[in-house]
């Protein structure tokens, strides 16, 4: 399993290595990369074939959970765990304009950290009629 390093991968377009070829937020050496984005999307589509876009993931989540009774700005409360790296703000983005305001949940490596406490806080945020 390879892990992930950010300095393998491009800047973003606003932002570009110092004169010494150093990221300008960690200044740690970049990794010379050939990577483009369309190597990036054959990547993934080669490793992840059925995988969502961001907006496909958010519109299925309407598709799944509407006809379950759960209403985007109605009385759905959507609690999301999120890393607190700014890369994860696309999604808290595209979820709250879909369903409305979330409860940011923390998270790192996939694993939930809001405990007993969180959950009893997400519930007083929830809609009255949800």
């Given at each position: 399993?390879?892990?992930?390093?950010?300095?393998?991968?491009?800047?973003?377009?606003n932002?570009?290595?110092?004169?010494?070829?150093?990221c300008p937020h960690?200044?740690?050496?970049m990794?010379k990369?050939?990577t483009s984005?369309?190597?990036f999307?054959?990547?993934?589509?080669?490793?992840?074939?059925?995988?969502?876009g961001?907006?496909?993931?958010?519109?299925e989540?309407?598709?799944?959970?509407v006809?379950?009774g759960?209403?985007p700005h109605?009385?759905?409360?959507?609690c999301?765990g999120?890393c607190r790296d700014?890369?994860t703000?696309?999604?808290?983005?595209?979820?709250?304009a879909?369903w409305?305001?979330?409860?940011?949940?923390?998270?790192?490596?996939g694993m939930?950290?809001c405990?007993?406490?969180g959950f009893f806080?997400?519930?007083?945020?929830?809609?009255?009629?949800?």
């Open positions: 399993m390879t892990s992930f390093d950010p300095h393998s991968t491009k800047l973003p377009a932002t570009s290595a110092d004169s010494n070829g150093a960690c200044h740690q050496p990794k990369s050939a984005t369309g190597d999307r054959t990547t993934l589509d080669k490793l992840f074939p059925n995988a969502y961001l907006e496909e993931f958010v519109f989540t309407k598709q799944t959970l006809p379950k759960f209403y109605v009385n759905t409360l959507v999301v999120l700014e890369i703000s696309p999604f808290e983005e595209e979820i709250e879909m409305g305001q979330a409860f940011i949940c923390g998270s790192l490596g939930l950290f405990g007993k406490t806080a997400a519930h007083h945020h929830a809609p009255s009629n949800g």
